[in-house]
Nanobody, 124 residues
Framework: QVQLVESGGGLVQAGGSLRLSCAAS????????MGWFRQAPGKEREFVAA????????RYADSVKGRFTISRDNAKNTMYLRMNSLKPEDTAVYYC?????????????????WGQGTQVTVSS
């Protein structure tokens, strides 16, 4: 059973930084793609970033390019999202997701497993 547990959310002022973590367990993720999505109140879930666990290929949403960095630690089975220069519009619940395929995707339904989410609030 795959489990994904996010942590690291919180309240931060605009311009600040946070690092989210996603601890993955239940299997070997070498052939998986891991991703971050977010959902703000009243809005649809949107893609943030994704990484191929095997080779580290990465894709970002245009809205976060240059500000967010996705990474993974194979030894710890943990994925990270470093968020810098945060803006109020980054406020959302951030979800970690895992896809049982080794091709990057920004499409939520392509992902098979989801964490419970962690709240990020950016004040102006």
């Amino acid at each position: 059973q795959v489990q994904l547990v996010e942590s690291g959310g919180g309240l931060v002022q605009a311009g600040g930084s946070l690092r989210l973590s996603c601890a993955a367990s239940g299997r070997t993720f070498s052939s998986y793609v891991m991703g971050w999505f977010r959902q703000a109140p009243g809005k649809e879930r949107e893609f943030v970033a994704a990484i191929r666990w095997s080779v580290g290929s990465i894709r970002y949403a245009d809205s976060v390019k240059g500000r967010f960095t996705i990474s993974r630690d194979n030894a710890k089975n943990t994925m990270y999202l470093r968020m810098n220069s945060l803006k109020p519009e980054d406020t959302a619940v951030y979800y970690c997701a895992a896809r049982r395929a080794d091709t990057l995707s920004y499409y939520g339904p392509d992902y098979d497993y989801w964490g419970q989410g962690t709240q990020v609030t950016v004040s102006s």
